[in-house]
């Protein structure tokens, strides 16, 4: 789930005066305020995470790439290094698991978690 070009991983922008537009599109479906409805509750949860990476024009948010090339992902955490990375990719070959199926995350500690499959 992203707002960038397949071809290109160029970003697009929504075209809206804001954010906040943006936000009371999403708000206003009919079923935003349904008992059973767990959508405002995921809505008041992820959109605060999402906000400057939506509307934002300015690096890295411009190009999805990895973060020591000047881009975004969602398949590595933003801290990884490019040696995270090449070690990343080492593995998943041995294991014979395609990159774009997996996630990796770098945790303070240094440790590194990778989940294969959807999240």
Known sequence: MS???????????????SFETFKQILYSHPKINEPDSNLKHYLDLLLPQVDKEVFSLEK?????NFPH???VTGYFST?????????V?????KEKVDILNTRAFKHDNGDITITVGSI
């Open 89 to 93: 990719k080492e593995v998943l070959m």
């Open 3 to 17: 707002n960038y070009h397949s071809f290109g991983a160029m970003k697009f922008v929504p075209d809206l005066p």
């Open 60 to 64: 890295p948010y411009t190009q999805l």
């Open 79 to 87: 801290n990884m290094t490019e040696l995270d990375l090449k070690l």
């Open 69 to 71: 090339e000047g881009g």
